[in-house]
C-alpha cells in the first residue's frame, strides 16, 4: 500500500520504518528540514535500539523516504498516518493539539482522491470529532476518512513493538475506513496472534489515555510501597516480587525508583485527570492527581537516600552521576527524572559529572550547567558517591565497572535510584550499595 507518515519523530520515523519492513510504499513528511535530511542519509536523528538498521534498508532502495512537503505525501498516498506531537499546553490544562489541527488543516485540501487518514497522536476525549468537522470542513473531494488509532509503543522498544504489537486499537465510524486500516495492517493481522480492537473514535480516545495513567499508577503505586519500605526496614523489591506472583497483579513495571518520565506518561497522566475534573469524573481526577503526588514525590526520596548514603548535605561534593535519558534504550530527554535529579543536586551545591552513552548530546543541550565526562569511568573521577540514574546495562550489568572505578572514587558508595543494579559485583568490589526501598548493603569480604 501506498502510505505516509506525517511527523517523524519518536512514534512517526518508527512506524514510518516499520510500514516499510512490512512491505508498505511509504513517503515521511517532517517539517524540521534538518530532521528530515538526517532520515534521507538512512538514519535516524534520535537514538532508538534497531530504528537505524530499518532506515538504513528500506531508504536506500527508495521503498522510504522523507520529505518536508505535505503536497508530495498527499500526490503519493492512499492512507494517512498522522503522527505529530500533542505537548502538554504550558498551563497544564490539557494537550496543546496545534500540531495535529495544523498538520490536518494542511493535508486535507491537497488530497485528490479518496483517502483514509489515520490519527496515531495521543489526544484528549472529543478530539476526534472537532477533527472530523475540520476534514470535512477542508476535504476537497468525498471519501476522504478520518480514523483514530492510537500508538501503544515503548520507547527503546518502538521497532520491535510497531512490528510486533500487542494489539491494534481502532476508533472508526464506516467500513471504508474499516477497509482501509485492514489493509494497511493486515501483514501483521495475518499472523493471526494478535487482535484488532475495533471501536468507536471515544472508545480509542480513552482507552489510549486509560492505559498509559494505568502504568504510571502501576509505577506510582510500588513507589509508593517502596516509602513504606524505608521507614520500615522492609525490601521491597521482595515485596513487588511477592506481590507479582499473583497473576493479577503481575510483575511487569513493578520495579520502584526513580519515577515514570519521557515524552508520554507524565503528559498523558496530566493531561487526563485534567480531563477527567473538567466533566466531573472526580474520583478519576482525585485518583490520578495522587499518581501524579507520588511520582513527584521521588526525586525528594532520591536526594533523602544521596544525603544519607554520604553521611553530609550534598554541597561541595562530587557525584559520577550516570543516565541522563528518561528510560535505558532512548537518546530521549523529555521529562527526564534522571535530568530533573541532576538539576536538583546541582542547586543544592553538588557538582555533578554527568555521562550517558546516547543521550549525552541532548543532555549537554538542555542542561549545560551540568558537568558531562566521556566515560562512564571517567565521570567517577575523584567522586564521593556514584548515583545510577538510568538503567542502562553499562551501568547495571557491566562487572568491570565497578572494579575499574573503585580505583578512581574518594568512597565506595554506590546510589542506585532505579533499583536495576547487580548489586554482586560492586559489593565484592568494596562497594556500599544504597537502593531506594531496600536496606544499605555493605561490601562482602
Ligand atoms: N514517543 C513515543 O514513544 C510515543 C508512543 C505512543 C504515542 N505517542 C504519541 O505520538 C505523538 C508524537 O510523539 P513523539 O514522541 O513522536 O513526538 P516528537 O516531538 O518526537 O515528534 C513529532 C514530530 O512531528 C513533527 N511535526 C510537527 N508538526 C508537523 C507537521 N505539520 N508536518 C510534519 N511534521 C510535523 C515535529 O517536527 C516532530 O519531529 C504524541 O501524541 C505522543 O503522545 C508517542
Redesign the pocket.
Known amino acids: 500500500m501506498r502510505i505516509s507518515v ?9 512506524h514510518a520504518a516499520a510500514m516499510a519492513e512490512l512491505g508498505h510504499e511509504v513517503i515521511g ?4 528540514p534538518d ?1 528530515c535530511a538526517v532520515l534521507n542519509t538512512g538514519k535516524s536523528w ?1 537514538y532508538e535500539a534497531g530504528l537505524d538498521d530499518l532506515l538504513a534498508r528500506h531508504v536506500p532502495t527508495g521503498r522510504l523516504r522523507f520529505t ?1 512537503d ?1 503536497g508530495a505525501a498527499a500526490a503519493f498516498a492512499d492512507l494517512h498516518f498522522i ?5 502538554l499546553r504550558e498551563d497544564g490544562r490539557g ?1 496543546d493539539a496545534t ?2 489541527v ?2 490536518i488543516e ?1 493535508l486535507v485540501p491537497l488530497i485528490d482522491r479518496p483517502a483514509t487518514i489515520v490519527g ?4 484528549t476525549v472529543g478530539t476526534v470529532a472537532t477533527l472530523q468537522r475540520i476534514v470535512t470542513a477542508n476535504a476537497k473531494v468525498a471519501g476522504v476518512e478520518l480514523v483514530w488509532n ?6 527503546g522498544h ?1 521497532v520491535q513493538d510497531s512490528l510486533f504489537p500487542d494489539r491494534i486499537l481502532v476508533g472508526l465510524t464506516t467500513a471504508a475506513a474499516r477497509a482501509a486500516i485492514e489493509e494497511v495492517y493486515a501483514p501483521i493481522t495475518a499472523r493471526g496472534d494478535i487482535e484488532m480492537v475495533v471501536t468507536d473514535p471515544q472508545t480509542a480516545e480513552v482507552a ?1 489515555a486509560a492505559a498509559n495513567s494505568y502504568l504510571a499508577a502501576k509505577i506510582s503505586y510500588i513507589n509508593a510501597v517502596a516509602e513504606v519500605c524505608d521507614l520500615t526496614g522492609a525490601n521491597v523489591d521482595d515485596v513487588a516480587h511477592v506481590m507479582g506472583i499473583d497473576k493479577r497483579i503481575g510483575h511487569a513495571g513493578m520495579r520502584p525508583g526513580l519515577g515514570y518520565g ?3 506518561l507524565p ?2 497522566v496530566a493531561a487526563f485527570a485534567y480531563a477527567a475534573g473538567e466533566m466531573g469524573a472526580a474520583g478519576a481526577a482525585g485518583l490520578l492527581d495522587s499518581v501524579q503526588a507520588v511520582n513527584r514525590g521521588r526525586q525528594y526520596a532520591a536526594v533523602a537516600l544521596i544525603t544519607q548514603a554520604l553521611n553530609s548535605d550534598v554541597c561541595g561534593r562530587t557525584i559520577a552521576f550516570l543516565g541522563g535519558a528518561f528510560k535505558a534504550g532512548t537518546s ?1 530527554v ?1 521529562d527526564s527524572p534522571a535530568l530533573r535529579l541532576a538539576d536538583r543536586l546541582h542547586q543544592l551545591g553538588a557538582t555533578v559529572r554527568l555521562f550517558d552513552p546516547e543521550a549525552q548530546d541532548n543532555a549537554r543541550r538542555t542542561h549545560p550547567h551540568l558537568a558531562f565526562a566521556d566515560s562512564a569511568l571517567d565521570a567517577t573521577h575523584e567522586a564521593d558517591l556514584v548515583v545510577i540514574a538510568t538503567e542502562w546495562p553499562a551501568f547495571t550489568t557491566d562487572p568491570k565497572l565497578p572494579a575499574d572505578a573503585a580505583e578512581h572514587v574518594t568512597t565506595r558508595t554506590v546510589v542506585d535510584v532505579r533499583n536495576a543494579l547487580d548489586a554482586g559485583p560492586w559489593l565484592a568490589a568494596g562497594w556500599t550499595v544504597h537502593q531506594l526501598g531496600r536496606p544499605t548493603r555493605t561490601p562482602t569480604a
Open positions: 506525517i511527523g517523524c519523530g519518536h512514534l512517526g520515523a518508527s513528511v517532517e517539517i524540521d530532521k534520535f518536508t505535505p503522527a505529530t506531537g500533542t505537548p494537550y500540531q495535529v495544523s498538520a494542511t496515531k497522536s495521543t489526544v492510537p500508538e501503544f509503543l515503548r520507547e518502538a489510549k519521557g515524552g508520554c503528559k498523558d530521549d523529555r
